[in-house]
């Protein structure tokens, strides 16, 4: 493993100042980042087991139902966890959390009208395999309100957090549907100034994966910051 990690690609993220997301003006620094070499506290970073999660956590449509099954439409999620270079992030926790399908947080500060659904809590976790690969089934989130402008609504979205294998790769981001026309009027997305930086946080239908009868299937590759090691034809060395 390299000693350090590539640099982040900035014309990929948006702007910390981003006035038509209003929130963004009084949270977002005052003065230029500063870049630091990485250090041991950034190149590694935590390890977990699947001991230590739940049969049901990545099972959000049955691991908050208590007297029947949540309302909505039930889907699945799935994806591949890769770094910069295509390898595999393996053994990473992804944890997701989202609304119900009436575009409501279970969250004592959410005050939106549409109603708390009983047997749905909306977040769950799970780690990705010796290929990166994740899934979990879900029901779809609804668009909600939200206070920014008069009527701005934010498109149906999903939390994602990432762990990587090192401090320094920890991602959150959100998942949008594709198709979905709010998507280009939310400000939060059209802080983004880099198109195909938003197209990759738009999931894609994906019938091949989807359960007869039951659920949709919707495919969502991340990709977390590689190590800077030496590349041999396109490989890691070493590596197959």
Partial sequence: M???LYQRNRDRHPPAYSPEYKSS????????PISLQNSLSEITGPVFSSSELGPL???LILNYAKQGMPIGERIIVHGYVRDENGQPVRNTLVEVWQANAGG????????????IDPNFGGCGRMLTDDKGYYVFRTIKPGP?????????????????SLSGDAFAQRLITQMYFEGDPLIAQCPIVRSINNDDA?????SVLDKSASVQLDSLAYRFDLVLRGHRATLFENRLQGKA
């Fill in 2 to 4: 390299s000693s350090e």
């Fill in 25 to 32: 003006v009084l949270r977002s620094p005052r003065n230029a």
């Fill in 57 to 59: 956590d990545n099972d």
């Fill in 104 to 115: 409501r947080y279970r969250h004592k500060k959410d005050q939106y009208l549409a109603p």
């Fill in 144 to 160: 909600y309100p939200w206070r920014n402008r008069v009527n701005d609504w934010r498109p149906a979205h999903i939390h994602f």
């Fill in 198 to 202: 938003v197209r990759s946080l738009i």
